[in-house]
DNA sequence: ATGAAAGCGCTAACAC
DNA sequence: GTGTTAGCGCTTTCAT
């Protein structure tokens, strides 16, 4: 079937039923019941290529992803392929299939830089989607990786300096502030963090957050209590194990990630104590696990989903030629606490602090 | 750029450029060399738009997933993906979001019949892919859900048993029964089983291949310590509580999923006990919490990116005519267990037996 | 309001 | 070995 046929069908030509089925031109009422009784008893539906290669639009969008499996990836595409099907686009989806090879070495990416962009290229110039955005398995500026285009490009989760290049990923410094400030409230003073890799962006943003909260909190932070992990679970493990074995432990401790969180509860535990009696724990991602740990991790939530969203909207908008320049270059997604059993309120009369 | 430009700037006719570019024909070194150069100099592409609509391929995939977030679906994507990539195929993926629809309803996806249908339609004919492949969230039979189409259709993770339609999934029985086995070998002879929804394929496949270890080994299962559960982690942990009760309870529970498994571990602490040294546990799925339960739960894995790299491979086959007839209507990939630290081997000189 | 026809960029049949 | 050209199915300009 083609619209050529159908035409035929209907006794009107091919510009008449292209009108009726895009709504392009005022056709008469009697025309436009014959074009569609046909199209509908046929099961008729445009050949988008065909429609692609006339009007040099594909609606679709390419959504090149680090990798896949990596934790937040799929909540962001659900996000995309949610915002991007509500207006008529399609996903052309590449995985670039890094994980192993960026285990552990969040900024090496530079090595990449020629399969991106040749993934890129090939999406772009094979003519094959309109735009495309780019979801990184980290939270980091990857500014110079990828080359210019002269389409929409967007990047989720990962951010990038350059002033050509929109990016939307969430906030890291204001929920670690909120992380620490909510410890405060529950009567927490000694309140130690085991970092991220700390040469990372979110690390150092994290960190900022919570020196933050110390300050507005009026308290001076101590440094002992303030020690360096690598986002594994191993380093929760053994910081958390340092910080139980001071002679004056602290009484809250902030992972800056669920598996770390995880790894200073075990620890937390094996030295015979409890959470959060004896110690609180408060992580950050609310991956899956943190729901399952004993007890149930209060942690902070990503609002993954709403990046995509905005990863698609903003992507939209720039297709749609709406007025850009009141789009902010970096947009920020908030997070939230999820509140569960990790953490204890302390008595203030108790002279804890 | 365009054929056009590259032939006049190379001197040659389009012809020529296109038989350089896709080797269809011989062309003397000269010209060859000459259309190599001008399309390098000028990072020429081939519109890949106007070649699928001349060729009538599209070289493209259609993957319609139930929902994205589904714990088994991003593995399987990456299967897909790597393989549909080696063969020069591109993914388009459609996610149907049924993640909260779906949630315990394992085969209420009739309901869904029409928007799954229209989606596969509009993929299909709109001309936008070759071929596609649905990967469903449950292990199920879906028969009768997806219309026949003209074009090649495989069902990855979920299966279906009309003779039209290829599947690729894992192997549920013989796991079980090997799981059951590897708990026999342990010394273990009082094995308790907490079931997943009793009337879904995969909770009724597991008990086969749990009864099949069972009678292989010459022991009669002791239908008390046979308890139904739903496949969440409450379930898990109340039929746990149940079975840690009794006068005489067993020494190994295999729960049939992870989550389960989860809640009976709790179970176990709870009331006391140690996992393995009191109670061994087994699960299924491998979630990523498996490692980080404690202990590390001794679980199966199901090769979750060998069902996306056989569902991609049975259509590329499709796609190219293979002798078709030899493919099996459903490919079952077999699970192997992950040894972790939550079974314990029983002395038998104890007389545990 | 409607239709004829050009043309998007490519491949491949056909002629030389 | 190489070039000319028709035509894939559609949208849209232009004429009526």
């Known amino acids: 079937m083609n619209i050529r046929k159908i035409a035929e069908l209907a006794g009107v030509s091919t510009a008449t039923v292209s009108y009726v089925l895009n709504g392009t031109k005022n056709v008469t009422a009697d025309k436009k019941k014959r074009v569609m009784e046909v199209v509908s008893k046929y099961g008729y539906q445009t050949n988008s290529i065909a429609k692609s290669l006339r009007v040099k639009r594909t609606d679709n969008i390419g959504v090149l992803v680090e990798d896949i499996r990596g934790f937040s990836v799929p909540a962001i595409i659900n996000g995309i392929s949610e915002r991007a099907g509500e207006n008529g686009y399609r996903i052309l989806l590449n995985d670039l299939q890094m994980l192993e090879s960026l285990f552990n070495k969040y900024d090496q990416i530079t090595q990449h830089k020629d399969r991106i962009n040749a993934a890129i290229s090939l999406l772009l110039y094979g003519a094959r989607v309109d735009a495309v955005i780019y979801v990184g398995m980290f939270d980091r500026d990857i500014t110079g990786i990828i080359n210019a285009i002269d389409k929409p490009l967007v990047i989720a989760y990962s951010t990038a300096s350059e002033t050509a290049v929109r990016s939307v990923t969430y906030d890291n410094e204001n929920i670690s502030c909120e992380a620490i400030k909510y410890l405060f409230n529950q009567g927490h003073r000694r309140i130690a963090v085991i970092t991220g890799l700390s040469r990372t962006f979110p690390a150092r943003a994290r960190m900022k957050g919570v020196l933050r909260a110390f300050k507005e909190a009026g308290y001076e932070p101590d440094a002992s209590l303030i020690l360096n992990g690598d986002w594994e679970y191993a380093a929760g493990y053994s910081r958390g194990s340092e910080l139980v074995d001071m002679k004056d432990p602290p009484t809250a401790i902030f992972a800056m990630n669920d598996l770390m969180a995880a790894g200073t509860m075990d620890a937390i535990?094996?030295?015979?104590?409890?959470?959060?009696?004896?110690?609180?724990?408060?992580?950050?991602?609310?991956?899956e696990i943190a729901a399952y740990l004993r007890p149930k991790l209060t942690t902070v939530d990503i609002d993954l989903k709403g990046i995509g969203l905005a990863a698609a909207q903003t992507v939209i908008d720039?297709?749609?030629?709406?007025?850009?320049?009141?789009?902010?270059?970096?947009?920020?997604?908030?997070?939230?606490?999820?509140?569960?059993n990790t953490v204890a309120t302390i008595n203030f009369s108790k002279g804890a602090l």
């Not at 535990?269 to 991956?287: C, E, H, W, Y």
């Not at 007025?323 to 997070?335: E, F, Q, R």
């Open 269 to 287: 535990s094996d030295a015979g104590l409890n959470v959060p009696k004896d110690i609180s724990v408060v992580g950050f991602d609310n991956r």
């Open 318 to 340: 720039m297709l749609r030629n709406r007025d850009l320049t009141t789009t902010p270059k970096k947009t920020v997604i908030p997070c939230k606490m999820v509140l569960r």
